[in-house]
């Protein structure tokens, strides 16, 4: 089930706000930029697909998705708990960062967890299969995929070279609950 957090930065231990309705959590991040969807796919697909299969369950989402935002690229990327790089790819979105272009992300299968530093808050989004998140250029966040990652997600981009990891330095990310 899908679930937004928000606790106060020097708080990671209370959540002031803890949302599961779709609805709430899209109107909550709304007030801080962040859009967050739900899309169903045109006929069934699981992970192991052919990412071809797979862009075509959300064809109509993604075009429109592309045609309002001007993306130029689309892929698809699979995470399986078995894959030997796990432990490195998951530290490498680990500390806060921002980037140059919206982080774009769609979750066909599995879950992984956004987590927001805006305005003294942190808000933490834990995205599920049917969750589509767009993280503002420049936000503040750092994405947990779990210790055992397993997910299957759409990436969009506007710049091949746009969605470099600028990192704040700040050790924020430390202090938070991590995604187990």
């Keep these: 089930m899908s679930r937004l957090r928000i606790f106060h930065d020097n708080d990671p231990h209370a959540p002031t706000h803890t949302l599961h309705a779709h609805a709430d959590i899209a109107d909550a991040l709304k007030h801080i930029g962040v ?3 739900q ?3 045109a006929h069934p697909v699981t992970p192991g697909d052919p990412a071809e299969a797979i862009m075509a369950a959300y064809q109509s989402d993604i075009d429109r998705l592309v045609a309002a935002r ?9 995470i399986a708990p078995d894959n030997p790089n796990r432990e490195a790819m998951r530290a490498k979105f680990l500390d806060e960062h921002a980037h140059k272009e919206d982080e774009v992300r769609f979750f066909v299968a599995g879950s992984g967890q956004f987590n927001l530093h805006v305005g003294g808050k942190v ?3 834990l995205c599920e299969a049917g969750d589509l998140i767009s993280v503002p250029d420049g936000a503040t966040h750092w994405f947990d995929m779990g ?5 299957v997600a759409i ?4 710049e091949p070279d746009g969605w470099v990891g600028y990192f704040t330095g700040s050790d924020i ?4 609950p991590r995604y187990a």
């Design 35 to 37: 859009a967050f969807e």
């Design 39 to 41: 899309w169903q796919p």
């Design 70 to 78: 001007g993306f130029k690229s689309v892929d698809v990327v699979s």
């Design 123 to 125: 808000y933490e989004v």
């Design 147 to 151: 210790p055992q990652p397993s997910f």
């Design 155 to 158: 990436r969009f981009f506007t």
């Design 173 to 176: 990310a430390l202090r938070f």
